[in-house]
């Protein structure tokens, strides 16, 4: 039986705006590994006619008949036919075509890019496919789904045989932390907001990373038993990734990640630690990363314009990679030999700083609900981001954690604080030097905002400095 189904109803609700066209749909649907992209699909289908298949996952001996063989065996399989040899995708689309001509059906070819690897062909035949068969059922919904979103990108997206054919298209990204908060459920205990804040600094908001977690146990247990224990489902995850995704290239790939764990970086300073040089290998290798959903890529703006800059940092926005490469990663010998001793996550070196990036990440992937807190409407932002300043002669250096900019010349100066103890009145000095660094417009108001997760001491409150100050655990506290 499939795990109980949480979250995803703004995406169950675009799907479902097809359902009510009087003609066929393709439908692609990208983002990273363990997203729930193929579970999404099978949710909104649980009514209707399914038919599924996967790409099987190519090794050295996976060969273009290989593929063809498991999709004969899968069709055999789920529509009852006999299993026959095909060396043509025209035969076997044609046999998938008899049986998804009439009524209302949805179809899934999941790791698409699997299937297609190994025969130059097939995306072609898949398009003439659709072209003079499948479309010809008004009611059939048919989704192409993958890991591997550069390839789709390049493949599909970006290929003029798919222009005009693809009826929608949809990213998935981590759940929100509402949704998030559901996998705790409510019982008789009560989980903190920082107890799960902890959890979510290892797995973010990955829905197969949190189906692992156990609610009853408090988050040390959890995270040990995920990532510190012989077996545990998250001690191997990170080769798991690169090799499906990346295969040959996946040590470069790594190496990116790697460097991006320490932070924020514009693409000359990763090329000089690298010592690659700005190439054009290696602006690929960042966008295949943004585009698996991996990393991000935060532009800066002009504030007096709104214009976008060409400035940009590349910030590993992904919480387990990093939680794998400062943790996981350097002692997996001890792991694999059962012998490492986790006396306490916070006792991790340089703890307090990394659950800072991760916090950092938590934030900005539920920015809407920031915004919601402080009243800005989505029609009137401007540009919302990380936002840096370079050092010149005329002005300092400075890094926002998060700006808002709305078209009613306001910038809300967003400054994201985690820490096991209550913050103090420190963090006033702090923002103080940021501001005075910061260059805006003087015709345009600044507003500082503090969000946290563990508590303010009540100096800050007093104070009455900060506009707006948020506990986001807030989001996290579950009202089902």
Request: some cysteine.
């Amino acid at each position: 039986m499939a795990s109980k189904f949480i979250g995803r109803q703004e995406e169950l609700q675009s799907l479902e705006k097809l359902l009510k066209k009087k003609s066929a749909s393709l439908v692609v649907v990208q983002g990273r590994r363990r997203i729930g992209k193929s579970r999404l699909i099978e949710e909104f289908a649980k009514d209707y006619t399914f038919l599924q298949f996967s790409g099987l996952f190519p090794t050295a001996g996976t060969t273009a008949q290989s593929e063809r063989n498991e999709f004969a065996r899968q069709l055999s399989y789920t529509t009852g036919l006999p299993e026959i040899y095909a060396d043509d995708w025209n035969k076997l689309f044609l046999l998938l075509f008899e049986k998804i001509k009439e009524g209302r059906i949805i179809v899934l070819f999941d790791e698409i890019s699997w299937m297609g690897s190994k025969d130059s062909d097939f995306l072609g035949k898949f398009k003439n496919a659709w072209d003079l068969y499948f479309k010809k059922n008004s009611e059939l919904i048919f989704f192409l789904c993958g890991s591997a979103s550069a390839w789709i990108e390049k493949n599909i997206l970006s290929s003029t045989g798919f222009v005009g054919r693809i009826s929608y298209r949809l990213v998935l990204d981590e759940l929100s932390l509402p949704e998030c908060s559901q996998f705790w459920p409510k019982t008789g205990g009560q989980i903190s907001n920082y107890e799960k804040i902890k959890v979510l600094s290892v797995t973010g908001g990955v829905p197969r990373y949190l189906e692992e977690i156990n609610p009853n146990l408090p988050a040390e247990e959890n995270i040990k038993d995920l990532c510190f224990v012989k077996g545990g489902p998250l001690v191997n995850e990170f080769n798991d990734i690169f090799s499906d995704l990346f295969h040959k290239k996946s040590p470069t790939y790594k190496k990116i990640i790697a460097t991006l764990a320490n932070g924020s970086m514009e693409i000359k300073e990763i090329s000089k630690i690298l010592d690659t040089g700005q190439s054009g290998f290696i602006s690929e290798y960042l966008d295949d990363l943004v585009k698996s959903g991996f990393i991000s890529r935060d532009y800066t703006w002009h504030i007096l314009s709104g214009e976008i800059s060409r400035l940009s940092h590349f910030r590993l926005s992904d919480n387990y990679l990093r939680f794998y490469l400062k943790y996981i990663d350097k002692n997996i010998q001890r792991i694999q030999n059962n012998e490492f001793a986790l006396k306490s996550i916070t006792a991790l070196p340089g703890w307090e700083s990394i659950m800072g990036y991760q916090f950092e990440n938590l934030v900005l992937k539920n920015r809407k609900f920031i915004r919601k807190l402080l009243s800005i409407r989505p029609e009137t932002v401007i540009s919302d981001n990380p936002f840096f300043q370079r050092k010149t002669v005329k002005q300092e250096g400075c890094q926002i954690d998060y700006l808002i900019q709305t078209k009613f010349n306001e910038l809300y100066v967003c400054e994201i604080k985690f820490s096991k103890n209550l913050i103090n009145s420190s963090i006033i000095t702090e923002m103080e030097k940021k501001l005075n660094a910061f260059v805006y417009p003087k015709r345009f108001s600044c507003k500082p905002v503090l969000i946290h997760v563990n508590g303010v001491h009540e100096d800050i409150v007093n104070s009455g400095f900060f506009a707006e100050i948020i506990d986001f655990g807030k989001l996290l506290e579950n009202n089902a």
